[in-house]
C-alpha cells in the first residue's frame, strides 16, 4: 500500500512506473511486507482506504449537487418546462378555447422503429398537476406512455404550463379535457373504439369529473394513486388526511394563496409531500446517491428535473379543490353541483373504471382510492344496476409516485393493463380484484402470451371493506371538521384578507415565491455560487483516478448500519409524530359538545346520505329490469351463443385475460363485421338478462335457436369447445355448466322424419288430401300443402300457438315419440268411417294464421317454445317442448304411444 497516493494530485515521477504494472497497483516493492508488520489486522489500511474513498464521493457528491442546481435553473428558465421523454407536436392549446386554461394537448411522436397502428384505440395520459411540472407519465422508456408506444398505440399527452389563465378554475380544467379527447376521436375516425385515458393522482379524480358530465367520449379509464375518498383511511396510517383539521380548516389555503397575490404556490405542495417521509427527504435519498455514486448520478438528476419542476395554481383553483374535496369530500357523494347546475355524479360514469392503488402509498391509500365505491353504492348488484365495471389493483410496497413512476411497474402492471384493455372495456358490469401472476409461478405457464397474465375476481362488499377500512364514527369528526373550516374560513375572510391583499403586491409575492426554502436548495448549490468554481476540475481529477472502497470494508460497513440506525431514528420520530396528530384529532374533533355547537351531534351520517337510496335511482333501476325481461326471449342464434359463453364463464372460480380470447374468438367468429362497440353491448345485455332471471334466460335459449337446422346447432357447439379450449381445460364446475348448455341445444334440433311401419301404397281421396295434409311424395296442387324436409328460418315465431291448438282436440304425446315429417299421414288411417281423424288437421292452416298475427305477443312467453314452421305445417319439424304438447288423431291400430311406428 502506499501511503503517498494522493487522488488530487499529478502522479509522481517515481510512482509512474509502478502504475504501470499490470494489475494496477501503486504499491512500492516491498511495501505489502512493511506496511503487514505495522497493520498486521490490517485496520489501518482500511481506514485509510474508507477516508480516500469518502473524501472522493463528497467531492463527486457535491457535483452532482451543482448540476441539479443548474438543470433546475436552466429548466425553470424554459416557457414550456416538461420532463417528457419523447418528441410531441401541439394539437390543441387550451388558452384559445372559450374558457382558456394553461392546458394543451400534446401528440406524442414515437422514437424511430416503433409502428403505429392508427386502428388501435387511442392511448392518452393526463399528468398530475400537484406542485410539479409535466412530463411524469412518459419522462422514460419504461413508462406508461412508453408502454402504450410499444404496443403500437397512438398516443396523446395532456400537459400544462407553469403558470394558470387570469380566472382559471377547476370546471375550465374539466372542460378542457373533454374538448381535448373530442378532438382525439375526430382524428381517429377509422376505429369505434373510445380512447383510453390515464389520469395520475391528482389528474385521477379531474378524469372522474369530466366522465360524469360527458361519459360518452371515454373509453376505459385508468386512475393511478388518485384520492377520491378523502375522509377514509385506516387507523394509524394516513396522516394527511388529517392536515386539514389540524390547521383549521382551509383559511390556511386562502392565506397561502394571498399571500402569492392570487397564486399558490406549488412549492408549498412538495414541501407537505416531503414532510410526510422525513428520512428519505432528509437523509435516505440523498445518502443512496452518496453511497453510489458513481452509478446513480444520472437517474438522480433525472428525477431532480421532475420533483424540482414547481408549478403555480390559481387561488380559486386550489380553494375550490381543498374546500370541496379533501375537507369536503364532496365529490365522492355526488354533491358537487357545477356553474350551470349539472351534478357531477360518479355514478353516471359508463367506461369500465380502473383503479391502481398501492398498500405502501401514504399520500394516496387504498381507503382513499377505493372509498368512493363505498360512498356511492349499496352494494355490487347496485354497480350493476348502474352498468359500472369496476376493477381494482393493490400493489403491495410501492409508493406513491412508484405506481406511475417506476419501471418496475410500468413494465409488469402498466404493461398488462395496456395488453388487456379491450378485455375490460367488455368486462360484464360488476366490481373485480385483479392480480398479476407471473408466468413462472403459474400452473399453465405455456398458455401465458406474455411474462405475466392478469387475472379477475368478483368481489363483493365485504371484501371491498378489508381494503377500505370505513368507519362510521370518523364520518361524524371529519364532518364537523368541514364545518369548523366554513367558520374560519369566513372569519378570515372578514377580518384578515382585506389586510393581507392590501400590503401584497405582484413583486413582493414573486420575491417570496424565489425565497422558499426548496428553491433556495437549488438555487445555492449550482454555478451561481461562487464557491462552486473548483468542483467540476476536482470532480473530473478524481473520476480518472477513482478508488472505490469495497463493500466488506470494516468502515464503509459501520458507515452502512449508522445510516441505517439513522433511518430508523427519524422513522420512530415520523411515526411518533403522526400518532400524537391523529390522537389529538380524534379526541378534538370527537367531542360532543364541538360537535353539538356546528350542528351534527345526534344523527350523526345526515350529512353522507347516499345517493343510489334516491327514490329517482330506484325507479331507474325498475325500468331498467322491465326493459330487460322483455328482451329475455328476444335474438337469434348470437344471443344464444354470447348467453352461453357468459354462463359457462360465470362458473369458474375465477376469469383472467386468456378468458378474453374466447371473447375474441367468439366475436371473429359469429360475426366478423362486428364493433367492438356494438360487441360490448351484446356481452352485456346478455349478461344482464342472464343477472336477472337465470332460469328463464336458460330456458329460452331454445327459443333463440329455433329455425336452426341440425347442422348448424352442431356447428354453434362446435364453435362454444373451440371458444371455451382457448385457454386449457374447463373447471369442474363450468364443464357442468357447459353440459346443461348442450342439453338446451339439443331442445332446439328439428325433429327427425320417420317412415310408417307399413306404408300405404294407395293414393288418399282429394278431400282427406287436403285436410289430413299428405305425406311428402304425394302430388299436391296447392302450395300450402307442399312437404319440405327443411324448415324455413324465417318463420320461427308462428309455432308458438300451436299447442294451444292442438290440446283441444286430442291427447298429447309422451316426449320420447319422435313424429315424422308426415306425422298426420302416417298416424291416421284414410278410412271414410273415421272422418273425425281429419278434423282438427282441417284447422291448421287457420292456427298458422293466427300464430302469425300474434307473433309479438309470442315472443314474450318464455313458456312456450317457438318452432321452425315452412310453408307446409304438416311436415314442420318440433321441439321437444312441442313434442309434449302436439296433439295427433287416434286410429284404431295405434291406442297407445308405443305402437307408434319408429324409424328404422
Known amino acids: 500500500m502506499n501511503f503517498l497516493a494522493n487522488p488530487l494530485l499529478p502522479d509522481a515521477a517515481y510512482t509512474s512506473e509502478w502504475l504501470k504494472q499490470k494489475n494496477g497497483s501503486t504499491s512500492m516493492p516491498g511495501s505489502e511486507a512493511l506496511v503487514s508488520l505495522f497493520d498486521p489486522f490490517g485496520i489501518g489500511r482500511a481506514a485509510f482506504d474508507y477516508w480516500r474513498d469518502s473524501v472522493e464521493r463528497s467531492v463527486l457528491y457535491l457535483d452532482v449537487m451543482r448540476e441539479r442546481g443548474n438543470q433546475y435553473l436552466e429548466h425553470m428558465e424554459q416557457t414550456k418546462p416538461s420532463v417528457l421523454g419523447f418528441n410531441t407536436e401541439v394539437l390543441m392549446d387550451g388558452r384559445t ?5 394553461n392546458y394543451e394537448l400534446l401528440r406524442v411522436l414515437p422514437h424511430e422503429g416503433t409502428e403505429i397502428d392508427l386502428k388501435k384505440r387511442p392511448f392518452v395520459v393526463v399528468d398530475p398537476r400537484a406542485g410539479h411540472g409535466p412530463g411524469i407519465g412518459g419522462f422514460k422508456p419504461d413508462s406508461e406512455l412508453g408502454v402504450a408506444l410499444k404496443a403500437g398505440h397512438p398516443c396523446y399527452f395532456i400537459g400544462f404550463l407553469p403558470f394558470p389563465e387570469p380566472g382559471q378554475t377547476v370546471e375550465d380544467v374539466v372542460e378542457s379535457e373533454i374538448a381535448f379527447l373530442r378532438h382525439v376521436i375526430e382524428l381517429h375516425p377509422e376505429t369505434t373504439e373510445k380512447p383510453m385515458v390515464v389520469g395520475n393522482c391528482q389528474a385521477g379524480w379531474q378524469l372522474m369529473m369530466a366522465a360524469a358530465l360527458e361519459p360518452d367520449v ?18 394509524g396510517k394516513a396522516p ?10 382551509s383559511w390556511m389555503t386562502a392565506l397561502a394563496s394571498d399571500l402569492g397575490n392570487g397564486l399558490f404556490d406549488g412549492a408549498l405542495l412538495v414541501q407537505n409531500f416531503e414532510r410526510l417521509n422525513p428520512a428519505n427527504t432528509y437523509w435516505k435519498k440523498q445518502y443512496h446517491l452518496y453511497d453510489n455514486i458513481d452509478t446513480e448520478a444520472g437517474r438522480y438528476l433525472e ?3 421532475w420533483w424540482g419542476g414547481h408549478v403555480v395554481l390559481g387561488g380559486e383553483e386550489i380553494q375550490y379543490i381543498v374546500d370541496n374535496l379533501f375537507i369536503g369530500n364532496r365529490l365522492s357523494t355526488a354533491q358537487l353541483v357545477t356553474h350551470d347546475g349539472r351534478r357531477i355524479d360518479l355514478r353516471n360514469v359508463r367506461s369500465p373504471v380502473v383503479v391502481f392503488c398501492s398498500r405502501g402509498d401514504d399520500i394516496t391509500p387504498p381507503p382513499q382510492a377505493l372509498g368512493w365505491i363505498r360512498d356511492l353504492y349499496e352494494d355490487v348488484d347496485d354497480i350493476i344496476a348502474n352498468e359500472q365495471t ?56 405455456a398458455l401465458f402470451e406474455r411474462d405475466y397474465l392478469l387475472e379477475f375476481q368478483a368481489r363483493d362488499f365485504t371484501e371491498l371493506d378489508n381494503a377500505v377500512m370505513h368507519k362510521l364514527e370518523d364520518d361524524r369528526r371529519f364532518a364537523t371538521v368541514a364545518r369548523i373550516s366554513e367558520i374560519n374560513l369566513g372569519m378570515y375572510r372578514l377580518f384578515v384578507q382585506p389586510w393581507i391583499k392590501a400590503v401584497i403586491t405582484p413583486e413582493s409575492a414573486r420575491f417570496m415565491r424565489r425565497m422558499h426554502p426548496i428553491r433556495m436548495g437549488y438555487k445555492l448549490l449550482s454555478d451561481r455560487n461562487p464557491l462552486s468554481v473548483p468542483l467540476p476540475v476536482m470532480a473530473d481529477a478524481i473520476r480518472k483516478n477513482r478508488h472505490p472502497v469495497s463493500q466488506d470494508n470494516l468502515f464503509k460497513t459501520l458507515e452502512t448500519m449508522g445510516s441505517d440506525q439513522l433511518v430508523a431514528s427519524l422513522n420512530a420520530m415520523r411515526d411518533l409524530r403522526d400518532s400524537n396528530t391523529e390522537k389529538m384529532f380524534m379526541d378534538i374533533y ?13 344523527d350523526a351520517h345526515v350529512h353522507r346520505i347516499r345517493p343510489g337510496a334516491e327514490p329517482e335511482h330506484r325507479r331507474f333501476v325498475k325500468q331498467r329490469q322491465e326493459a330487460l325481461r322483455e328482451k329475455i326471449a328476444n335474438g337469434g342464434a348470437h344471443e344464444a351463443v354470447m348467453r352461453s359463453v357468459i354462463y359457462v364463464l360465470g362458473g369458474a372460480p375465477a376469469t383472467d385475460e386468456r378468458n378474453f380470447k374466447r371473447l375474441r374468438a367468439s366475436r371473429s367468429e359469429l360475426e366478423p363485421g362486428i364493433k ?19 332460469e328463464k334466460a336458460l330456458d329460452s335459449l331454445p327459443d333463440l335457436l329455433a329455425g336452426q337446422s341440425n347442422s348448424d346447432i352442431d356447428g354453434h357447439i362446435k364453435h362454444l369447445e373451440h371458444v371455451f379450449g382457448a385457454s386449457g381445460e374447463l373447471s369442474e364446475h363450468a364443464a357442468e355448466r357447459f353440459a346443461q348448455i348442450k342439453a338446451l341445444f339439443d331442445k332446439a334440433r328439428p325433429r327427425k322424419a320417420v317412415t310408417p311401419a307399413k306404408p300405404k301404397a294407395q293414393a288418399k281421396p282429394k278431400s282427406v288430401k287436403k285436410e289430413a295434409k299428405p305425406a311428402v311424395k304425394a302430388p299436391v296442387a296447392d302450395a300450402k300443402a307442399e312437404v319440405t324436409a327443411k324448415p324455413m328460418p324465417n318463420a320461427v315465431k308462428p309455432a308458438a300457438d300451436k299447442p294451444k291448438t292442438a290440446k283441444a282436440k286430442s291427447e298429447p304425446k309422451p316426449a320420447t315419440t319422435k313424429p315424422a315429417a308426415s306425422k298426420p299421414a302416417a298416424a291416421v288411417k284414410p278410412e271414410p268411417s273415421k272422418p273425425t281423424a281429419t278434423k282438427p288437421e282441417a284447422a291448421k292452416p287457420t292456427a298458422v294464421a293466427k300464430a302469425e298475427s300474434a307473433k309479438p305477443a309470442a315472443a314474450k312467453l318464455s313458456s312456450v317454445k317457438p318452432t321452425a314452421a315452412t310453408n307446409d305445417k304438416a311436415s314442420k319439424p318440433s321441439t321437444p317442448n312441442e313434442t309434449e304438447n302436439k296433439q295427433t288423431p287416434k286410429s284404431d291400430n295405434a291406442s297407445g304411444p308405443d305402437k307408434t311406428p319408429k324409424k328404422p
Request: net charge negative; glycine share 12%.
Open 97 to 101: 378555447l372559450p374558457r382558456p386554461t
Open 218 to 235: 371515454f373509453g376505459p379509464i385508468l386512475i393511478a394513486g388518485a384520492p377520491l375518498s378523502y375522509w377514509a383511511g385506516e387507523h
Open 240 to 249: 394527511m388526511r388529517y392536515t386539514g383539521g389540524m390547521s383549521g380548516g
Open 303 to 305: 428525477f431532480e428535473r
Open 390 to 445: 369496476i376493477v381494482y389493483c393493490q400493489h403491495d410496497t410501492t409508493g406513491h409516485l412508484g405506481i406511475f413512476v417506476s419501471g418496475s411497474v410500468s413494465r409488469k402492471e402498466h404493461t398488462e393493463f395496456t395488453a388487456n384493455m379491450d378485455y375490460i372495456d367488455v368486462l360484464p358490469p360488476g366490481l373485480y380484484e385483479t392480480t398479476i401472476t407471473s408466468a413462472k409461478e403459474g400452473e399453465d405457464a
Open 590 to 602: 370527537g367531542q360532543p359538545l364541538l360537535q353539538a355547537a356546528v350542528g351534527l351531534y345526534g
Open 676 to 694: 367492438l362497440s356494438e360487441f360490448k353491448h351484446l356481452v352485456r345485455e346478455q349478461f344482464f338478462i342472464l343477472k336477472l332471471d337465470r
